[in-house]
C-alpha cells in the first residue's frame, strides 16, 4: 500500500521569507512523487515531478522540492514568498509499474502574509 | 484546464435522485480517473477507467457507478444520490507515462445533495 502524510494543515509565512510545506511518504519500491497546486475554485494543477535522477528538482513558479530518501520525505520549497502563492498544495505518490494511481495527501493551505 | 471539460459545473439535487456527472477530453489519453475533494480528506478516488469499457473501483467507490464508452468521455453517475455524496467531483487524465504519468485536472463539479 501507499500513503503520503502532509502533517501541516495549514503554513503561514510573510511575503518575502522561504517557505517549506512537509511530505512524507511510504511505497513499495522507487517512489514517483509530485506536488500540486489549487487555486480557489479551480482543479489542480501540476507543479513538479521527482522520478528518478537528481534529489532537488525544480517546477513551476520558483518552487523546488528535495527528494530524501533515508527520511522518505519530498518537502516543497520557495526561497522567497509571493501573496499569489497563497493556495492549496497537494503532495501525491505512487509505485513504479503499470498501475498509474497516485495517493494525495490531505493537502496544506499555504497563507503568505503582505 | 489542459483539454478536460466537466459538466455540469454546478448542480443542486434532492436526496434519491439520480445525477450524471461527464467528463470530455480532447487528448486522448488512455486513463482517466474521477476524486471527491472533501475538507480534511483531500483527494479520493472513486473510479478509474484504463480503456474504453475497462474500469476499476477506487477507495470510495460505494454508491457510485461509471461508463466510458468512447476514449473522450467517462460518465460517473450516482444512482440515488444522498448528502453525504454532497462534495466537489473532479475529473482527471494521466499524461504519458515518459513523463511520469503527471495527472491533469478538470474545474471541478460541486454538487449539494438536498
Known sequence: ?????????????????????KCTYSVSGNPYLFWYVQYPNRGLQFLLKYITGDNLVKGSYGFE????????SFHLKKPSALVSDSALYFCAVRGPGGSYIPTFGRGTSLIVHP | DAGITQSPRHKVTETGTPVTLR??????????YWYRQDPGHGLRLIHYSYGVKDTDKGEVSDGYS?????????????????????SVYFCAIS???????????????RLSVL
Do not use: W
Not at chain 1, 522540492?65 to 522518505?72: D, I
Not at chain 2, 499524461?95 to 463539479?109: L, R
Open chain 1, 1 to 21: 500500500a501507499q500513503s503520503v502524510a502532509q502533517p501541516e494543515d495549514q503554513v503561514n509565512v510573510a511575503e518575502g521569507n522561504p517557505l517549506t510545506v
Open chain 2, 23 to 32: 467528463c470530455h477530453q480532447t487528448e486522448n489519453h488512455r486513463y482517466m
Open chain 2, 66 to 86: 461509471v461508463s466510458r464508452s468512447k476514449t473522450e468521455d467517462f460518465l460517473l453517475t450516482l444512482e440515488s444520490a444522498t448528502s453525504s455524496q454532497t
Open chain 1, 65 to 72: 522540492a528535495e527528494f530524501n530518501k533515508s527520511q522518505t
Open chain 2, 95 to 109: 499524461g504519458p507515462e515518459k513523463e511520469g504519468n503527471i495527472q491533469y485536472f478538470g474545474a471541478g463539479t
